[in-house]
C-alpha cells in the first residue's frame, strides 16, 4: 500500500516540462504580438495615431517598420531554435 502512495519520478518532470512549454508559447506570443503593433502603427492613417504619437510616427516611419519586421524574423529564429533544441 505504501508503494502505491508514491508518484514515479519521470511523471513529477513530464509536467514542469509542460508548464514550461507553455510559458515559452505565452512569451513568444506577446513578443509577437507587440512586434505587429510596431509594425502595424507606421501603417496606420495619421487620423487614427493619437497626437502624441504622430510626431514619432511621422519622423520614424521607416525606422518603425524595420524595428517590426527585425524583431518578427528573430522571434521566429529564436523559435526554430528552441524548436530543435527539444
Same mark, same amino acid.
Given at each position: +500500500? ?6 514515479? =519520478? ?8 509542460? !508548464?514550461?512549454? @507553455? &510559458? /515559452?508559447? %505565452? %512569451?513568444?506570443? /506577446?513578443? %509577437?504580438? #507587440?512586434?505587429? $503593433?510596431?509594425?502595424? #502603427?507606421? &501603417? +496606420?492613417?495619421?487620423?487614427? =495615431?493619437?497626437?502624441?504619437? $504622430?510626431?514619432?510616427? *511621422? *519622423?520614424?516611419?521607416?525606422? #518603425? &517598420? ?9 522571434? $521566429? =529564429? !529564436?523559435?526554430? %531554435?528552441?524548436?530543435? @533544441?527539444?
Amino acid at each position: +500500500m505504501v508503494a502505491a502512495a508514491r508518484t514515479p =519520478v519521470g511523471a513529477a518532470t513530464a509536467g514542469t516540462s509542460d !508548464s514550461s512549454s @507553455g &510559458l /515559452i508559447a %505565452i %512569451i513568444f506570443g /506577446i513578443a %509577437i504580438g #507587440l512586434a505587429l $503593433l510596431v509594425i502595424a #502603427l507606421p &501603417l +496606420m492613417p495619421a487620423q487614427a =495615431v493619437p497626437r502624441p504619437l $504622430l510626431n514619432v510616427v *511621422e *519622423e520614424h516611419h521607416g525606422d #518603425l &517598420l524595420i524595428a517590426g519586421v527585425t524583431a518578427i524574423l528573430s522571434i $521566429l =529564429v !529564436s523559435f526554430l %531554435i528552441t524548436q530543435a @533544441g527539444s
